[in-house]
């Protein structure tokens, strides 16, 4: 039986991929560099690979990227308000280094939204005024991270008996037990 919750689980985080307005679309990373202090930011998600690897993008340049290279275990947390459904999520992050895969990527960023990785000063640079920031026309920090998942942690609220369940992956298979919620 929790076995089809996982299915639903990758089936949701795919169609949070094609669908702008799905709520999982849109989710909380958490990294832990060397300074061992928890950072959070809100991070898009842009694809589940059929290894059930989940992608998102970003500027190489960024702080999450750095702590990422310090330590590579990344937390993610999903939540689906209408539905009352959290999901956590725990897996190893790496940067996507194959040219023609992120060239692949980059093809399928909006021109507009191309501007988000061509800064000429990295993300979180201090500037006097927004209007400040300047991009280049030839160059940018596009990059791609992948996170291989190794546990998953499903919450369903509901009116009467909520519903957790862990999911942890053990030699190349997905292990469930339900929770105490």
Excluded: C
């Excluded at 280094?97 to 507009?112: C, R």
């Amino acid at each position: 039986m929790s076995h089809s919750y996982l299915k639903n689980i990758f089936n949701s985080l795919r169609k949070a991929v094609e669908k702008k307005s799905h709520p999982f679309r849109i989710f909380t990373l958490g990294t832990v560099g060397l300074d061992r202090m928890a950072r959070l930011r809100t991070v898009v998600l842009r694809g589940v690979t059929a290894d059930q690897e989940l992608l998102f993008y970003t500027d190489r340049r960024s702080k999450k990227v750095t702590h990422m290279k310090e330590n590579n275990k990344v937390g993610m947390l999903f939540y689906d308000q209408e539905n009352k459904i959290q999901l956590k999520v725990e897996g190893v992050a790496s940067l996507i280094k194959d040219e023609e895969t992120l060239a692949g990527y980059w093809q399928g960023i909006a021109e507009v939204n191309r501007k988000d990785y061509t800064s000429t000063t990295p993300p979180g640079s201090i500037v006097k005024h927004p209007d400040d920031v300047e991009y280049l026309k030839d160059k940018d920090y596009f990059s791609a991270v992948k996170v291989t998942l190794f546990k998953l942690e499903y919450l369903q609220l509901q009116p009467v008996s909520h519903i957790k369940i862990r999911f942890s992956k053990q030699e190349g298979s997905w292990v469930s037990e339900y929770l105490v919620p």
